[in-house]
């Protein structure tokens, strides 16, 4: 059996899978394998909100929130990796 924040994963229909992959995020090792190049930074953070369906103005204020957090300007949004 496989438990992810304390849920037995074996038993989750798909909604209760969907709800559990909101709490999970990959992080990738190397960076530099990992963000893709051509994509402004923007786009790398906003891409798992955009297909969770976050509404475009969540998107734009979680990105700055969260460009601020690691001490970055949110103006630095629209440049490359």
Do not use: C, W
């Not at 438990?3 to 037995?8: F, I, K």
């Not at 953070?45 to 475009?56: D, L, N, Q, T, W």
């Not at 460009?67 to 440049?79: D, F, I, K």
């Amino acid at each position: 059996t496989i438990s992810v924040l304390g849920t037995d994963t074996s038993t989750l229909n798909r909604r209760g899978r969907k709800q559990l992959r909101r709490n999970l995020q990959v992080v990738f090792q190397d960076p530099m394998a990992s963000l893709d190049p051509r994509l402004p930074v923007f786009d790398i953070i906003a891409e798992p909100m955009g297909v969770f369906g976050y509404s475009k103005e969540v998107i734009q204020q979680r990105v700055s929130d969260l460009l601020t957090l690691v001490g970055l300007e949110p103006a630095h949004a629209n440049r490359y990796p």
